[in-house]
């Protein structure tokens, strides 16, 4: 009986060694994630062509709502099931999954970290969005991320893409550019995932971007973000 005893106090030892490693990994990429400094978001206002969302119509910012992150407006900036989904097969992989991740969370990853694949960066993605939706509105976020993401042709602004594509402001009292369409936003919305492989402004020859921004208005006109006048006017003009 002792000697079953001895064996199995060394089974629980095993055990707890790859538990206790686990736990010190987590907590120290929950550290790190907590020295990130989130208030430098707000430099992002000075870029010159930056506009706020309250600044847009709100098919403009809908748009990319209704792509990447439909429950934007409710979560609490991690979307829990995509970032545990993700880890669950970074742990099969050995490499961080991309995907899973809210906009909230894409802002982080895109401002504070690189494109590194690894479950650290997820970690520390997660405690840096979870900040960052407890000290901005979602206006805010969603301004921040607007404003920050990649467009392709080294425009980092969904203003400069607008003027760059289609000759078109974001900003709904601008007075120089005439203002952006539901379909022109659409179609923004629907490159940013490859942003080097699609190119708004030659969507009437590129039949992959016209299927991809069909389905962009499909999903913007399920979750009431246009109209069906709004979504017919858009699907006729590709």
Known sequence: ??????????????????????????????YKGFQVDIGELRTIEQKETYVATKDMQPYVKNAFIAVEDKRFNTHDGVDWFGTGRAILVSLKNGEASQGGSSITQQLAKTYFFNNEKSISRKIKEVVVAK??????????ILSYYLNTIYFGNNHY?????????????????????????????????????????????????????KTRTKATLSKMREQNFINDNQYNEAISGL
């Open 1 to 30: 009986m002792k000697k079953r005893k001895r064996g199995c106090l060394g089974c629980s030892t095993l055990l707890l060694i790859p538990l206790l490693i686990i736990t010190l990994y987590v907590g120290f990429n929950v």
């Open 131 to 140: 900040r960052i939706e407890n000290n901005y509105t979602k206006e805010q």
């Open 157 to 209: 602004t969904i203003e400069s893409a607008a003027n760059a594509d289609f000759n078109v402001s974001t900003h709904k009292d601008n007075q120089y550019y005439p203002q952006i369409s539901v379909l022109q936003s659409a179609l923004l919305a629907s490159t940013i995932n490859a942003p080097s492989l699609y190119h708004p402004d030659q969507y009437a020859s590129d039949d992959a971007l």
